[in-house]
């Protein structure tokens, strides 16, 4: 009887944990992450840069978050050999270049678009005519499971509005005395001159 009771408990723990991380997957972790639709192109602090937005919608955190990139484009090499999928690493961050992402709330990421970028001989011309991908990396830990969960968005040139930024959609809240996000905002862009 003791032996009977001992492995009923045993296997009862067995079955809640299979249970529990059945039901906290990161893979529906990452269906609560947002990426904005279209990417921009404009200048920022007199460099031509490349933006997009990430969100998360669920109150609790991701934490060490960090985004990463690549452009995958064809590419031929110097004796004539065709690549189809070369992948181009594109260093994306923060305002401050970081790969790390302290993600309390919607940030926009910013790619400077300098000698080493895929995109530095593009004009907007060039860039309605290119055939790349973007493709668009966020990986952290969620705060509830500890569990790593990864999520991935894509960016074709037609998603890719040049001489465009995003509208601000973070402000102060004087009567709750707290910053409140608009997620109406997360996708609106406004056309900007001397691009």
């Given at each position: 009887?003791?032996?009977?009771?001992?492995t009923?408990v045993?296997?009862?723990a067995?079955?809640v944990g299979?249970v529990f991380?059945k039901?906290?997957?990161?893979?529906?972790r990452?269906?609560?992450i947002?990426?904005?639709r279209?990417?921009?192109?404009?200048?920022?602090d007199g460099?031509?840069?490349l933006?997009?937005?990430?969100?998360?919608?669920r109150?609790?955190f991701?934490?060490?978050?960090?985004v990463?990139?690549q452009?995958?484009?064809?590419?031929?090499t110097d004796?004539?050999?065709?690549i189809?999928?070369?992948?181009y690493?594109?260093t994306?961050g923060?305002?401050?270049?970081s790969?790390k992402?302290?993600f309390i709330?919607?940030?926009?990421?910013v790619?400077?678009?300098?000698?080493?970028?895929?995109f530095?001989?593009m004009s907007?011309?060039?860039l309605m005519n290119e055939?790349?991908?973007?493709?668009v990396y966020?990986e952290?830990?969620?705060?509830s499971?500890g569990n790593?969960?990864?999520a991935?968005?894509s960016?074709?040139p037609s998603d890719?509005l040049?001489?465009h930024?995003?509208e601000n959609?973070?402000?102060?809240?004087?009567?709750?005395?707290?910053?409140?996000v608009?997620?109406r905002?997360f996708?609106?862009t406004r056309?900007?001159s001397?691009?």
């Amino acid at each position: 009887m003791c032996i009977q009771s001992i492995t009923g408990v045993i296997l009862q723990a067995f079955m809640v944990g299979v249970v529990f991380a059945k039901l906290t997957r990161a893979k529906q972790r990452s269906n609560t992450i947002i990426f904005s639709r279209q990417a921009c192109i404009c200048l920022r602090d007199g460099n031509l840069c490349l933006l997009f937005r990430i969100g998360d919608m669920r109150k609790s955190f991701i934490i060490g978050a960090s985004v990463m990139a690549q452009v995958v484009r064809r590419r031929s090499t110097d004796e004539g050999e065709v690549i189809p999928f070369h992948q181009y690493d594109v260093t994306v961050g923060s305002d401050d270049g970081s790969e790390k992402l302290f993600f309390i709330w919607p940030m926009t990421i910013v790619h400077v678009i300098n000698q080493n970028s895929p995109f530095y001989n593009m004009s907007a011309v060039d860039l309605m005519n290119e055939n790349f991908e973007l493709v668009v990396y966020l990986e952290g830990t969620t705060e509830s499971t500890g569990n790593t969960m990864q999520a991935r968005f894509s960016y074709q040139p037609s998603d890719i509005l040049w001489g465009h930024r995003f509208e601000n959609m973070i402000s102060f809240d004087k009567s709750s005395d707290n910053y409140a996000v608009d997620f109406r905002e997360f996708n609106k862009t406004r056309e900007v001159s001397g691009v």
